[in-house]
C-alpha cells in the first residue's frame, strides 16, 4: 500500500501548484481522500477533502477559493489544485486515504 505525491516545489506569490497523489496497492475510491499540510514548528492540518465519488468536497477557510481538490477514480489518483499561492501556503503537504494511508509527503515553497 502505497501514496506518493508530487507536484511540489517552489513558486513566487501569487503563483499555481497543482498537486497529485497516486495511489498503489488499494482503490481510493472506497475512501474518503485529504490534503494535510505541515509547516516548519507547527502541526499538521487538514486543508481539503473530497468523497468517494468526488461529490462532495470540503476547503479550510484558509485556503477556499484558492485551492481545489479533485479526484480521479480511474486513475487512482487525487490533485489539489493551489492557485493564488501565498507565503503562508509553505508547508510539508500529505495526502491521505480517510486517516488509515499516508503519503511521505511533497515540499511547497512559496518565496520571491
Known amino acids: 500500500v502505497q501514496l506518493v505525491e508530487s507536484g511540489g516545489g517552489l513558486v513566487q506569490p501569487g503563483g499555481s501548484l497543482r498537486l497529485s497523489c497516486v495511489a498503489s496497492?488499494?482503490?481510493?475510491?472506497?475512501?474518503?481522500m485529504r490534503w494535510y499540510r505541515q509547516a516548519p514548528g507547527k502541526e499538521r492540518d487538514l486543508v481539503a477533502t473530497?468523497?468517494?465519488?468526488?461529490?462532495?468536497?470540503y476547503l479550510d477557510d484558509s485556503v477556499k477559493g484558492r485551492f481545489t481538490i479533485a479526484r480521479d477514480n480511474a486513475k487512482n489518483t487525487v490533485y489539489l489544485q493551489m492557485n493564488s499561492l501565498k507565503p503562508e501556503d509553505t508547508a510539508v503537504y500529505y495526502c491521505?486515504?480517510?486517516?488509515?494511508?499516508w503519503g511521505q509527503g511533497t515540499q511547497v515553497t512559496v518565496s520571491s
Open positions: 491521505a486515504a480517510a486517516a488509515r494511508y
Open positions: 496497492g488499494f482503490t481510493i475510491s472506497g475512501y474518503n
Open positions: 473530497i468523497s468517494n465519488a468526488g461529490d462532495n468536497t
